[in-house]
């Protein structure tokens, strides 16, 4: 029997490396960063779109910006700076002077669900 050459022997090395079960293996291995990179870019995605909703001004966390500038006149007297008030179908809690009912005032900003206002002239 002939001794082998470099080639021949390179080519039974290279088959016995690429088996059947190394090929599964490795297209397993394939198919689970697929599957790694197609959730990690659904997830991703999704957490863009929860971050730009945060930051819009429609926001359920914001709602109160959108009051700002309206004046309201108070159905119930403000006692120590705190009141209260219905505005859409949600009742407000208020901060500002303490003034009558019936008193109108401008809300002036938002303290997370807490609306600020302040009397107007007159």
Not at 29 to 37: E, K, R, T, V
Not at 78 to 84: F, L, T, V
Not at 103 to 120: A, H, M, N, P, W
């Amino acid at each position: 029997m002939a001794p082998r050459s470099a080639v021949e022997r390179a080519s039974s090395q290279l088959t016995r490396f690429a088996s059947p079960s190394v090929l599964i293996d490795t297209t397993m291995a394939w198919f689970i960063i697929f599957a790694a990179s197609v959730f990690a870019l659904y997830f991703w995605r999704d957490y863009r779109i929860q971050q730009q909703d945060l930051q819009s001004a429609t926001s359920p966390l914001r709602a109160g910006e959108r009051y700002i500038g309206q004046v309201i006149t108070l159905t119930d007297e403000m006692r120590d700076g705190d009141g209260s008030v219905k505005l859409g179908t949600r009742r407000w809690r208020l901060r500002g002077p303490t003034v009558p009912a019936g008193t109108r005032v401008r809300v002036t900003g938002v303290d997370g669900v807490v609306l600020i206002v302040d009397r107007l002239p007159g």
